[in-house]
């Protein structure tokens, strides 16, 4: 079983919007809560990055390249991790996963495809 499934991916202009969601399906809520997470991608060719992560506390940080246009949050009650993604860039399609930071490295799943078009 997949333990974190994201899910709210698809193909939007540049200049749009999109919301990520995250669950966690397999620790128990206090596992959860305790962990910092993070949102991550890869585009093609590329390595994977941290683009955004919350702590237990719930203090976020962010890359340079989506300061400003992206917000993660989270909701302990129900195990999950969000990622608003405003004005939308080409350079922001990839493949979207969330993970704790820092990451389990089997923990991946499949994460969800991003594209903007241009």
């Known amino acids: 079983q997949v333990q974190f499934v994201a899910s709210g991916g698809g193909l939007v202009q540049a200049g749009g919007s999109l919301k990520l969601s995250c669950l966690d399906r397999r620790s128990i809520l206090s596992t959860f809560n305790a962990r910092d997470m993070g949102w991550y991608r890869q585009a093609p060719g590329k390595e994977r990055e941290l683009v955004a992560s919350?702590?237990?506390?719930?203090?976020?940080n962010y890359s340079t390249s989506v300061e400003g246009r992206f917000t993660i949050s989270r909701n302990n009650g129900r195990k999950g991790v969000y990622l608003q993604m405003n004005n939308l860039k080409s350079e922001d399609t990839a493949v979207y996963y969330c993970n704790p930071v820092p990451h389990l490295t089997d923990r991946w799943g499949q994460g969800t495809q991003v594209t903007v078009s241009s």
């Open positions: 919350i702590s237990s506390g719930s203090s976020t």
